[in-house]
């Protein structure tokens, strides 16, 4: 039963992390996350950085290479991946020894990926979106500055702007004319700190 996780950080219980040990080594991130209630890139995260990995060396089999020779050419690397418990990768890599390429792909996105790409853009680090989506980061990184994606701007607490405004006038003392730009700038909701201009809100 898959179970829901609050907004935020949540640490691993004991049971989760068996579970990790015993699956992600298989391939199964997928299933993972689903029975934990985790996004797919948290899942591969943990798995990272715990230093556990698929097991990539194993051999294919005849009915591995028949699925990835009918699947490939049309379909996203990383379903086929998760369908054959083994890392995007891996999949592109043996597709690439065969001889496999894909079809029509070039600079054309689908609606699903590029619907894929924007959620997943604010969020989550360009390698992790190119492992979810089965494209190259580069691919990935071409993509987003097309459709116009930008990462979040930091906004202000309002603890750093009572701390920033507490400590600020003792460097302005001197420059009376800089703080008044300064007091100017706070009412505008933009602040500069060492010349840096920074948007803050409430």
């Known amino acids: 039963m898959v179970k829901s ?3 935020g950080w949540v640490a691993w219980s004991e049971d989760e992390v068996k579970l990790l040990k015993r699956l992600f080594p298989r ?3 997928r ?3 689903e029975q ?12 990272y ?17 028949k699925l990835l020779k009918k699947l490939y050419p049309t379909e996203n690397t990383q379903s ?3 369908k054959l418990g083994r890392s995007s990768d891996w999949v592109r890599h043996k597709a690439n020894l065969i001889g496999l390429k894909k079809v029509g792909r070039g600079s054309v996105w689908s609606k699903q990926e590029e619907a894929l790409l924007r959620k997943m853009y604010p969020d989550n680090s360009i390698r992790d979106i190119a492992n979810q989506i089965g494209r190259t980061v580069q691919a990935v990184a071409y993509k987003a500055q097309n459709l116009g994606l930008g990462k979040p701007k930091p906004v202000w ?3 750093e702007l009572n701390l920033l405004e507490k400590l600020y006038p003792s460097k302005t003392e001197q420059h009376s004319e800089t703080g008044r730009n300064h007091g100017n700038q706070l009412n505008k909701g933009i602040i500069a700190f060492d010349g840096v201009k920074c948007e803050y809100g409430a």
Not at 36 to 47: E, F, H, I, S
Not at 49 to 65: D, F, H, P, Q, Y
Request: hydrophobic residues 35%.
């Open 36 to 47: 934990t209630g985790r996004p797919l890139t948290a899942v591969r995260q943990k798995a």
């Open 27 to 29: 391939g199964k991130a």
């Open 31 to 33: 299933e993972i996350a």
């Open 5 to 7: 996780k609050k907004n």
């Open 157 to 159: 607490s309002k603890r």
């Open 49 to 65: 950085s715990m230093g556990i990995k698929t097991r990539e060396r194993r051999l294919w089999s005849a009915n591995e290479i």
């Open 80 to 82: 086929i991946a998760d």
